[in-house]
């Protein structure tokens, strides 16, 4: 016999945990097959979130819709939860270069760029101890999730409703139709992959010409700071 779902979400990072609490918010059954074995870069996630990205200074797309409903996601779940997560974060932007400074003094004048950015620090300046011989920018609104500590909250709540599969999936285990599909005693409505790069060992998706990329993030602590 076997029990009935929506969906099967497979990937337990970022995506498929935030999807996840998605679906169950509208009452949807779901079941979310996490391998822990796995290497898992969301658990090493800067978590950064800012409406200003990138050298050029660019706007994160859609942010005037993405960032608000992204802080009231979290801030739910930390109520739900009765956890802590998410933060505000001061955020200074050190420019690189007279070309960058030069580029953030056309942008500020800009209508939409303007409520972004905060405070000028003007080149050649020492902001508690940093050097910035080009100048800087404090940005307005900059916040932080912190990745592991809101994976391992929302997993336990997961455990405790007992909707993940924490092993290995087998795609060999799993049958398609064409109306549901089925996965060692679980029907479902469909099978939703959140795999981030592991996507390239997945029969649905290997023939697509994926290029993957890889960040890096320091932190620096300095008691001045």
């Known amino acids: 016999m076997r029990t009935e779902i929506d969906y099967i979400i497979l990937g337990g990072g970022l995506a ?16 979310i097959i996490h391998d822990q074995t796995f290497p898992d870069s969301s658990y090493i996630s800067g978590g950064l979130m800012e409406a200003i ?26 109520n739900m939860l ?24 056309r942008k500020k004048t800009r209508p939409y760029y303007q409520s972004l950015f905060k405070s000028t620090l003007p080149a050649s300046s020492c902001y508690q101890g940093i050097h910035m011989p080009f100048g800087g920018v404090e940005l307005e609104a900059s916040y932080q999730l912190r990745a592991p500590l809101f994976l391992t909250a929302m997993h336990a709540y997961f455990n405790q409703l007992g909707c993940q599969y924490q092993h290995p999936f087998s795609f060999n285990d799993l049958q398609v139709s064409q109306s549901f599909v089925s996965y060692k005693g679980y029907k479902a409505k469909g099978l939703i992959c959140c795999e981030g790069a592991h996507v390239r060992h997945n029969p649905f998706f290997e023939s697509y010409p994926f290029k993957f990329s890889k960040g890096e993030l320091l932190d620096f602590f300095h008691p001045m700071l």
């Open 82 to 105: 009765q956890s802590s997560f998410f933060h505000q974060n001061k955020a200074f932007r050190v420019f690189n270069s007279s070309e960058q400074y030069d580029l953030y003094q």
């Open 53 to 78: 990205s990138g050298q050029f200074l660019t706007l994160t797309w859609r942010h005037e819709e993405v960032l608000p409903y992204a802080i009231q996601f979290y801030r739910d779940l930390e």
């Open 16 to 31: 498929g945990t935030c999807m996840a609490r998605w679906l169950l918010a509208r009452q949807q059954r779901v079941l």
